[in-house]
Nanobody, 122 residues
Framework: QVQLVESGGGLVQAGGSLRISCAAS????????VGWFRQAPGKEREFVAA????????VYADPVKGRFTISRDNTRNTVYLQMNSLKPEDTAVYYC???????????????WGQGTQVTVSS
């Protein structure tokens, strides 16, 4: 099984950019599809973006389309989420997850990181 660790979160002003990372260890990372999810205070966890094993396929939630870009570097066992034009409503804890299925549903992912906080000030 792969272990995941997110990093790169922080405080940014609205309109700014941030790139968060998800580093994997302990497994064959290239064999997993990877998703990003987020959870804001008082809200349910929601899908943000997902990427296929080789990075050739991606899918995004409507609220982040055109602003966020998911990518991966299997040589570094890392998935990235580049977030541009950030809005206060993007404030949340961001989690990466690895799984065997192409899915936007969190229960289809088996391995999860501990999360990284992203705060966007207005």
């Amino acid at each position: 099984q792969v272990q995941l660790v997110e990093s790169g979160g922080g405080l940014v002003q609205a309109g700014g950019s941030l790139r968060i990372s998800c580093a994997a260890s302990g497994g064959t990372f290239s064999g997993y599809r990877v998703g990003w999810f987020r959870q804001a205070p008082g809200k349910e966890r929601e899908f943000v973006a997902a990427i296929g094993r080789s990075g050739g396929g991606t899918v995004y939630a409507d609220p982040v389309k055109g602003r966020f870009t998911i990518s991966r570097d299997n040589t570094r066992n890392t998935v990235y989420l580049q977030m541009n034009s950030l809005k206060p409503e993007d404030t949340a804890v961001y989690y990466c997850a690895a799984g065997n299925y192409w899915s936007v549903v969190d229960r289809d992912y088996d391995q999860w990181g501990q999360g990284t906080q992203v705060t966007v000030s207005s």
